[in-house]
């Protein structure tokens, strides 16, 4: 007997080595729910995760972090990948991503949760937040809000990359009129407003001649607006928790933000983690378990704020979210 035929599987088949967030085709996604093994500490970690997150659904609570935390290489990111996949439950290769786990997971409580939290209408928001932000980033004090509302922006199918851009069709699609909009900027430009959207100031004209026909702004009006967003356009965290609760309002629908190497992004500076704190707690107010945050991170979270204790922060607020 040949030693590979021991193997129930083909062992000369392609794996990814290092696990990847962002853009998988349906053969990756396949492969990554098929093989994905379920250890008992695995287990453990779904029972809590899903069962708290399953009571989330008809209790309205404040408590919506998740910290996942482990040394490089320990399976985090790929933990946090699967998490992803389970609430989102897409079709993949003709069977549903909870369904992967019937045949994993032996404890029926948990799978039972793991079945609950699926069917809700979860929007899942998963990301690498190193390779969302942009180069400045780190010197910004609301880094992490900007990064997580480009990313949601991204997610329902507004402009990723420019807030002022997503801002203004987010106010276009309440009108019920943003597909006019759509409509009318490629009529006058004869450009795709998808694929030019994130370099909208090179078609300011026509944006703006848009907004007369569609709106019917006069074009002072409409040039003022266009100045003033692309000048002065700031969000707060709380009108980032306003905006993800009314999305969640809106469609009956439930929004996880995935973010992975969040730790390493934040590392010693106390502003970033000052970030994430308010938008947890904002995203806890204002959407009262709607909005989850689940991070990861090579740094346990008590270990992180003990390591800032001498710079006069305090960050007692997201231990108790997390």
Request: charged share 30%; with cysteine.
């Given at each position: 007997m040949i030693i590979k035929?021991?193997?129930?599987?083909?062992?000369?088949?392609?794996?990814?080595?290092?696990?990847?967030?962002?853009?998988?085709?349906?053969?990756?996604?396949?492969?990554?729910?098929?093989?994905?093994?379920?250890?008992d500490e695995i287990t453990k970690s779904f029972r809590t995760f899903f069962r708290r997150y399953r009571e989330s659904i008809a209790t309205p609570t404040e408590k919506m972090g998740v910290w996942i935390t482990g040394f490089f290489g320990s399976g985090k990111s790929h933990f946090l990948k699967i998490l992803g996949y389970i609430l989102e439950n897409e079709e993949v290769a003709g069977v549903r991503a909870a369904?992967?786990?019937?045949?994993?997971?032996?404890?029926?409580?948990?799978?039972?949760?793991?079945?609950?939290?699926?069917?809700?209408?979860?929007?899942?928001?998963?990301?690498?937040?190193?390779s969302k932000a942009k180069s400045d980033s780190k010197t910004k004090t609301q880094a992490i809000m900007d990064i997580m509302l480009r990313a949601f922006n991204e997610s329902v199918g507004y402009c990723g990359s420019s807030p002022w851009v997503a801002d203004m069709e987010r106010?276009?699609?309440?009108?019920?009129?943003?597909?006019?909009?759509?409509?009318?900027?490629?009529?006058?430009?004869?450009?795709?407003?998808?694929?030019?959207?994130?370099k909208a100031l090179l078609n300011r004209d026509a944006i703006i001649k848009a907004l007369v026909a569609v709106r019917g702004m006069t074009e002072e009006s409409a040039k003022a607006f266009v100045e003033d967003q692309t000048r002065n356009f700031t969000n707060t965290t709380e009108d980032f928790a306003k905006i993800v609760s009314k999305y969640?309002?809106?469609?009956?629908?439930?929004?996880?933000?995935?973010?992975?190497?969040?730790?390493?992004?934040?590392?010693?500076?106390?502003?970033?983690?000052?970030?994430?704190?308010?938008?947890?707690?904002?995203?806890?107010?204002y959407c009262r378990g709607q909005a989850w945050v689940v991070v990861t991170s090579q740094q346990e979270l008590k270990a992180m704020i003990d390591s800032t204790k001498d710079k006069q922060q305090d960050f007692s607020k997201i231990q108790g979210r997390f």
């Open positions: 035929d021991l193997f129930k599987k083909n062992i000369g088949r392609p794996i990814q080595g290092v696990v990847t967030i962002g853009n998988e085709d349906e053969e990756q996604k396949w492969q990554e729910l098929e093989e994905y093994v379920c250890t369904e992967y786990f019937k045949d994993k997971i032996k404890d029926e409580l948990v799978l039972a949760d793991i079945c609950q939290s699926a069917k809700a209408n979860n929007k899942v928001v998963l990301f690498n937040i190193d106010t276009l699609d309440e009108e019920s009129k943003l597909e006019e909009f759509v409509a009318k900027f490629e009529e006058i430009s004869n450009r795709n407003w998808v694929q030019t959207r994130a969640c309002q809106t469609n009956k629908a439930r929004v996880i933000f995935l973010m992975d190497e969040v730790g390493q992004f934040i590392g010693d500076n106390t502003q970033l983690m000052l970030n994430l704190q308010t938008c947890v707690e904002d995203l806890g107010k």
